[in-house]
């Protein structure tokens, strides 16, 4: 079975523009979380989505926005870039959304570099 | 509030020795999740292991092995005969009711041929 997949692997963005990263869960995960991960730090939580429904936000700008599909999929939406921005941002998935218990298989990451 | 420390940045040994990553954590939670995960240079986390607080039971898979300890609020991952193939930056990671992680800065694990 195929694992959670991220689409694009490498994005380079100027400042002030847009972003949109994409993820696919595991098949038959519900749950989609996203963070953010700096060079040389731990992954930071930026969103939790389940049902389509928002379950959780980290400590992010209103620029940082996400969404997710009837099909379970995920977008997560940066506006305004600044150079901060630049990350490697890593797509999680869940089974349900049973709260810690639930193991998140992280995928590849999308990597972000803001010029 | 939640925290994880592994105070551990880098660790280089040579292969075949046995070597501990530490962790540390903090939570107001009775009921919590310790999570391993491997970074390879790939980037793509790997889940290595879950524990909840209730289990103290300590678990050995293969050449990993985890030590966990409420007194000291330490969850601490030992690889033995290493390899090289284990070089890679493990996370220790926390989460309580809800699904958020909160990471460690990670130890950079190298084994030298």
């Known amino acids: 079975d195929a694992g959670v997949t991220q689409s694009p692997t490498h994005l380079i963005k100027t400042r002030g523009q847009h972003v949109t990263l994409r993820c696919s869960p595991i098949?038959?995960?519900?749950?989609v979380s996203w963070y953010q991960q700096v060079l040389g730090q731990g992954p930071q939580f930026i969103f939790q989505y389940y049902e389509k429904e928002e379950r959780g936000r980290g400590n992010f700008p209103d620029r940082f926005s996400a969404r997710q599909f009837p099909n379970y999929s995920s977008e997560l939406n940066v506006n305004a870039l600044l150079l901060g921005d630049s990350a490697l941002y890593l797509c999680a998935s869940s089974l349900l959304a049973t709260g810690g218990a639930e193991t998140q298989y992280f995928g590849p990451g999308t990597r972000l570099l803001v010029l | 509030a939640q925290k994880v420390t592994q105070a551990q940045t880098e660790i280089s040994v040579v292969e075949k020795e046995d070597v501990t990553l530490d962790c540390v954590y903090e939570?107001?939670?009775?009921?919590?999740?310790l999570f391993w995960y491997k970074q390879p240079p790939s980037g793509e986390l790997v889940f290595l292991i879950r524990?909840?607080?209730?289990?103290?039971q300590n678990e050995i898979s293969g050449r990993y092995s985890w030590n966990f300890q409420k007194s000291t609020s330490s969850f601490n991952f030992t690889i033995t005969a290493s390899q090289v193939v284990d070089s890679a930056v493990y996370f220790c990671a926390l989460s309580e009711w809800s699904q958020k992680l909160v990471f460690g800065q990670g130890t950079r694990l190298t084994i030298n041929p």
């Open positions: 098949s038959g995960h519900k749950s």
């Open positions: 524990r909840n607080s209730f289990d103290e």
């Open positions: 939570t107001r939670d009775t009921t919590y999740y």
